[in-house]
């Protein structure tokens, strides 16, 4: 461990790059709030108001991740003493990933809990004496004061920085500032100007000023550790414009309701991630979707792999290549592609001539069978968002069937839709016979 030289941070570009300029003293309140878990499911964080899902989501994701590849077999049954090195290598797990380099430092910023019972005494004595006084007091930490109350420390390793919160997580977390601290954490350990340079848009910040939703970018980078703005596979050309999407498998993935509105398509990298924990995004909320069952994320079919090499050829994403390209394309999945039979298939593919082979055609005759899926399957849905006065957040059941030959009713039901992003054929039957709120 080492301590980072605070005082050589751009502070001022930090700011403007995760709240942008004249952002809402409301907005930066709502983002004040500790590390908290529900009393009735005790791996769950909970939220007090909008905004900080786009931090507290993709943390959640990874607890539950960590819950899986530790094979826990009851969540409910946790206590916070266990809980608490779960939430620890979830931030390691984010952390180690936003690095630009293995052996790049990641960096930890807090407010320490002696730090934030000062600006509570002081935030009440200013209360007390502006009730007296008849006149309204201002929060003693707003946007442009936080970084002062920082204090910032990097690591070497994944190991260093673990053990660090694990000998000092009671002292440095537990406050209203624990998600912010963390963001920022996240920001200097990438670093602000890769971050800028990864999601192509100097304007735009992490955080939107004016409503308080974390963009893309920042969902974006704390899924996968990368700042990109896009959620398709790999890189696109637009006019001449170069697109980065997502490079790699993600180790928890995503999955978005703005695709059924043809907003944007999630590739399969975010669709198909390593453990089968799935951020699910609305308009205005993240919700986290996760299995036990290891199927649902096996490796690809051969399906998959086909359609990935069909991408390949076709860059710009048209749904067809040329039909002089069948050939390469042939050889390339191993098919049989001696000139007479590669001739037959151009002529039985491309029947009109038009010197195109379009993609379904394709696969269905090469690999008619769709990827392996089981028919049946448990999912559950965790919605952090509490309601007030309410610490009651829980994990909520679905049994998934997958129906043959036809898709599953979704009208009216957004995480239904959400979820025939990835399997077209889904039902859900959901604990409680409603259906959970994406929003």
Request: charged share 20%.
């Amino acid at each position: 461990m080492a301590a980072s030289g605070a005082e050589d941070i751009d502070w001022q570009l930090i700011k403007t790059l995760v709240f942008g300029d004249g952002v809402k003293e409301a907005v930066f309140e709502r983002w004040l709030q500790p590390f908290l878990f529900s009393t009735k499911e005790p791996t769950a964080l909970l939220q007090s108001a909008g905004g900080p899902c786009a931090v507290l989501a993709p943390i959640q994701a990874f607890i539950l991740k960590r819950c899986l590849q530790s094979k826990i077999p009851n969540l409910s049954t946790l206590t916070p003493e266990s809980v608490s090195p779960l939430l620890q290598g979830a931030m390691c797990d984010i952390l180690s990933q936003c690095r630009e380099e293995e052996t790049s430092p990641m960096v930890l910023a807090r407010v320490s809990r002696d730090v934030a019972d000062i600006l509570q005494d002081n935030q009440e004595k200013e209360e007390s004496s502006s009730k007296r006084m008849k006149h309204s007091s201002h929060a003693l930490v707003d946007v442009d004061t936080f970084h002062t109350c920082l204090s910032v420390e990097s690591f070497g390793s994944v190991k260093n920085l673990s053990n660090y919160l694990e000998d000092n997580f009671s002292e440095i977390f537990g406050t209203k500032y624990d998600i912010l601290s963390f963001l920022y954490s996240v920001v200097l350990t990438k670093g602000p100007n890769s971050i800028i340079s990864e999601r192509q848009d100097m304007e735009e910040s992490l955080i939107d000023p004016v409503h308080g939703h974390g963009s893309q970018s920042l969902i974006n980078l704390l899924l996968t550790g990368s700042a990109t703005q896009n959620v398709f596979d790999g890189i696109r050309d637009l006019c001449g414009l170069q697109l980065n999407g997502i490079s790699s498998q993600s180790s928890v993935g995503f999955l978005s309701y703005l695709e059924c509105l043809r907003y944007l398509e999630v590739g399969k990298f975010l669709k198909n991630p390593v453990w089968p924990v799935w951020l699910l995004g609305s308009e205005t909320h993240l919700t986290v979707l996760f299995s036990r069952d290891m199927e649902l994320v096996g490796p690809p079919s051969q399906r998959d792999i086909a359609k990935e090499k069909f991408t390949c050829i076709d860059k710009e994403g048209s749904g067809f290549i040329a039909v002089d390209k069948l050939k390469n394309l042939m050889l390339d999945l191993d098919l049989f592609a001696e000139d007479p039979y590669v001739d037959i298939m151009k002529t039985k593919l491309d029947p009109d001539s038009l010197g195109i082979v379009l993609l379904p055609q394709f696969l269905e005759e090469f690999f008619p069978e769709e990827s392996r899926v089981p028919d049946s399957f448990t999912i559950h849905h965790y919605n952090g968002l509490s309601k007030p006065d309410s610490t009651q957040v829980t994990y909520i059941k679905g049994d998934a069937v997958m129906l043959e030959g036809m898709v599953g009713m979704a009208e009216n039901n957004a995480i239904l839709q959400t979820l025939q992003t990835k399997w077209r054929n889904i039902a859900v039957d959901w604990q409680g016979g409603g259906k959970p709120s994406i929003n």
